[in-house]
């Protein structure tokens, strides 16, 4: 709101609208112009006096340091009509300047430097210019230009820019290419019947324009609707599947209030006839056909697609376009179905001739206030003009010659969450059976009392800076540019945070979200206007208004301040105080009971510590009588006369070891008997040896004697060594 009323000073001292103010200016008083443009931060306005572009940067003038200055863009090739409209292709390098005879595109030069001023900065630049089908609006000079718009850059490789023409035809023009030559153009008449006579065929073609025009069937506006998926049907079975194609559907209406709808390809040579259909079906059925005197049209970007269409007399249409299905089909009347089968045989031999032309669902119809005074009883006709919002897709603005409204749609949200769920069997939602109306707010009026002149609309447009805030910023003719901040009550859900989606497991409580989702509809629906007051600017004083009109406008005003804005504030004050003092008694009762909750704690916690101890003392008490059962088990089993067969086996098996330790003993015995005996053996034989040797020192049976004893003793000795191995390792097993 702060940046809003920043703006709002900052631009009313602006030097630059003294540049472009012309209140010699002789426009149409039911026209309005778009000469004004914010784009990149930048203030594009167009002056007509000098055949110049003006631009200045929105951010330098919050920066007391820079001075905000002004660079004049020249067209190297002047445009030689009028311009009424600036728009910038989607790219943001181009800008189309528009007029009632012709169209020129202006290139925007390169940006540099600190502010990204374009060529750095310089105060005059030349552009490139270049006019648009020069040739065909010098040739033809009963043809006016009717609207002019830059193709989809979605579903264009390149830019082009659409030109409607008075003739009812619609060209499409490569600027790149060949700015003189279309490539695509779409007859919008509807085709001469076969069976007519020459003579009738020439006489048609001489007077169509004229019958058709007087009649109101030529298209006077269009808009292109999101691009959409086609799959051409195979002829034959031989035939190859065809690819996906992209088609881009260009919605037409025309002056009756019927709408045809026009689908073409820049990418695929096989589509680029087209294939026009209609007029679409617009159902419920209404007798006067919804007004016979539409002048705008508008497609929203949004699921489902949604077409508003604008009459001079100040009402709108908002439609759904569906395509029904072959069973859906069978229910419209019989009259109907005729005229879709006449209307498709406008392109027999097309390839999209197998295309089904979507049914125009009428949701709501709404009518814009015009005069603040509410007296006239035959009210003028203006041409509006439809903007979307760059901010707010599901809100779009209405711009006339006495005044701005804006129109916010809130069921289309709703709309687009029930098309989004994935379950076949989903139930209509309830919030969608509720009515719930579009919220139109009255922002601007220009025209203060039916006998007072309008102040023009020389421009507007929305800012989206954060420094800004949505803000709607709009030029009159007496060259006073106005920012209004866009404080509408509508604001969409905003999408769910990571961090919200991470954490599932942290619920709220449902009494909780249901009791404040209810008081915030119900301060919402307190304060929720069916009238808005708009910022009034009055064209020219000096014819100043009669002052029953002037007390009747005030009265006017007065009376929607107090009932629409003092009343419901106070009513939503009133609430808001008994809430608050709800919520303080209901504070207090929760304090009490937070008390009595932790006294209750306290006790529970001291319950606790005994409990804890007393359960120690159970466990070491267990864990005795558990012990002393053991031991009574034991003792039990001790004094129990019969033994078991486990204790049976065990004593065979020790005195089967009695046994044969009795026996090692006895051997140990013999072995060392035999141990001795030998001992002596030895002794005796080494003795008589010696005596044997000192008798025969000289005889060589002596000797060899002796060698044998030794060889003997030494294997009797190894004998015993390995005998007593063996009973030590008896006496081990033994346990001896």
């Not at 595109?105 to 940006?111: K, N």
């Not at 026009?276 to 007798?287: F, K, T, V």
């Not at 945070?497 to 404040?516: G, M």
Request: aromatic share 6%; with cysteine.
């Amino acid at each position: 709101m702060f940046g809003a009323q920043r703006l709002n000073e900052l631009l009313a001292e602006h030097e630059v609208f003294q540049h472009v103010a012309d209140k010699n200016d002789e426009a149409d008083p039911k026209k309005t112009e778009q000469l004004l443009h914010i784009h990149g931060g930048n203030l594009f306005i167009w002056n007509n006096n000098k055949g110049c572009l003006l631009v200045t940067n929105l951010r330098s003038l919050l920066d007391e340091s820079e001075s905000g200055g002004i660079q004049t863009l020249m067209c190297q090739n002047p445009p030689y009509f009028k311009v009424r409209k600036i728009q910038f292709s989607p790219q943001g390098n181009h800008i189309a300047l528009v007029g009632a005879r012709g169209v020129s595109i202006l290139a925007l030069p390169p940006r540099w430097g600190r502010q990204a001023e374009y060529e750095g900065g310089k105060n005059c630049v030349t552009c490139k210019t270049f006019p648009i089908g020069e040739r065909f609006f010098i040739t033809n000079i009963s043809v006016q230009l009717k609207q002019a718009s830059w193709y989809p850059m979605a579903t264009s490789p390149s830019p082009h820019i659409c030109i409607l023409t008075s003739d009812n035809v619609l060209r499409i023009y490569n600027i790149h290419s060949d700015p003189q030559t279309p490539i695509q153009t779409h007859k919008l008449t509807p085709p001469i019947d076969n069976n007519m006579s020459m003579n009738a065929s020439r006489i048609s073609l001489l007077s169509m324009y004229s019958v058709t025009t007087g009649l109101g069937e030529t298209v006077i506006a269009f808009d292109f609707a999101p691009p959409m998926d086609y799959t051409p049907k195979r002829r034959t079975q031989f035939v190859k599947a065809s690819e996906v194609v992209q088609l881009q559907p260009i919605y037409l209406l025309q002056g009756n209030g019927e709408v045809l709808m026009l689908s073409t390809s820049l990418t695929n040579n096989k589509f680029s006839k087209g294939q026009l259909q209609g007029p679409l079906i617009m159902l419920p059925s209404a007798e006067d056909n919804y007004g016979v005197d539409s002048c705008s049209i508008h497609i929203m970007s949004t699921t489902p697609t949604t077409v508003v269409i604008a009459t001079s007399t100040g009402k709108l249409h908002h439609c759904i376009a569906l395509w029904t299905s072959d069973n859906e089909s069978d229910d419209i009347d019989v009259e109907t179905q005729s005229v879709r089968s006449r209307l498709s045989q406008v392109r027999s031999t097309s390839p999209l001739d197998d295309l089904t032309p979507p049914t125009l669902y009428v949701y709501e119809t709404v009518e814009l206030e015009m005069d603040l005074t509410m007296e006239e009883d035959d009210p003028e006709s203006h041409l509006i003009d439809l903007f979307g919002d760059p901010v707010l897709l599901s809100r779009y603005h209405c711009c006339t010659s006495v005044g701005i409204h804006s129109i916010a749609l809130p069921w289309l949200n709703k709309m687009y969450k029930f098309l989004q769920e994935e379950d076949e069997d989903k139930d209509f939602p309830q919030d969608l059976t509720q009515d719930e109306p579009c919220i139109v707010e009255h922002i601007l009026c220009t025209k203060t009392t039916p006998s007072s002149p309008p102040c023009l609309i020389k421009g507007f447009s929305i800012t989206s800076d954060p420094l800004f805030g949505p803000s709607l910023v709009c030029l009159t003719a007496d060259g006073q540019c106005t920012s209004i901040p866009l404080l509408s009550t509508h604001v969409t859900d905003p999408p769910p945070l990571l961090s919200a989606q991470a954490e599932p497991s942290a619920v709220t409580s449902p009494l909780k979200q249901i009791t404040d989702s209810s008081f915030e509809s119900h301060i919402r629906s307190l304060l929720k206007r069916n009238l808005s007051q708009p910022l009034i600017r009055a064209g020219d004083w000096n014819s100043a208004s009669s002052e029953r009109e002037c007390l009747q406008l005030v009265t006017r005003a007065t009376e929607i301040l107090r009932d629409e804005y003092l009343l419901k504030q106070k009513l939503a004050r009133d609430a808001i105080s008994r809430r608050v003092s709800l919520l303080k008694d209901q504070k207090q009762q929760q304090l009490e009971d937070l008390d009595q909750l932790d006294t209750i704690r306290a006790n529970i916690q001291t319950c606790a510590e005994e409990i804890a101890e007393d359960h120690e003392e159970c466990k070491d008490r267990q864990e005795q009588l558990i012990a002393r059962l053991e031991m009574v088990t034991k003792l039990v089993k001790d004094r129990d006369p019969v033994l078991s067969k486990a204790e049976m086996d065990m004593g065979k098996e020790l005195k089967g070891i009695n046994d044969k330790l009795q026996q090692v003993d006895n051997r140990i015995k013999q072995l060392r008997i035999k141990h001795e005996y030998q001992a002596k053996k030895v002794k005796q034989g080494s003795a008589q040896s010696m005596t044997n040797l000192t008798r025969n020192e000289e005889g060589t049976s002596a000797s060899v004697q002796v060698d044998r004893f030794k060889h003997i003793l030494f294997d009797e000795g190894d004998k015993i060594h390995e005998m007593i191995k063996k009973l030590n390792n008896l006496n081990v097993q033994a346990g001896i």
